[in-house]
């Protein structure tokens, strides 16, 4: 289950090709990219519109490329995010905190 792999990985960042070598082949294989093409090399070389795919592995794999990690990304599939541990993260917790509470006057928004 997805749970297990989050707990195996334990964190919310995202897999190092290197350190985790049967995920980032199950990644390429997806993405129909061979070993030996490089275009695919890490989380950085992902398009920021792979994440808005439907499969998990993803997620799974390059939380913070897709934006697991953030408060208000505009990404409706969080399907794969290891949502409790990136919203643990501290950068998480402070752009929460940042975040108004409330909605503005409607005179602010007629300005």
């Known amino acids: 289950a997805i ?3 989050h707990d195996r990985l334990g964190q919310c960042t995202d897999v ?3 350190e985790n070598q049967p995920m980032w082949t199950a990644l390429r294989h997806m993405f ?3 070993e030996s093409d490089h275009r695919l090399a890490s989380c950085e070389d992902l398009p920021i519109e ?3 795919r439907a499969e998990p592995i993803i997620r799974i794999a390059c939380p913070v ?3 697991c990690n953030e408060t208000i990304h505009g990404t409706f599939l969080l399907k794969g995010c290891d949502l409790r541990r990136c919203s643990a993260r501290k950068e998480y ?3 929460r905190a940042s975040i108004r509470e409330t909605d503005p006057h409607p005179s602010i928004l007629t300005a």
């Open 3 to 5: 749970d297990d792999i």
């Open 16 to 18: 190092n090709p290197s």
């Open 32 to 34: 129909g990219i061979s």
């Open 50 to 52: 792979a994440c808005l």
């Open 65 to 67: 490329r897709c934006g």
């Open 93 to 95: 917790q402070d752009a």
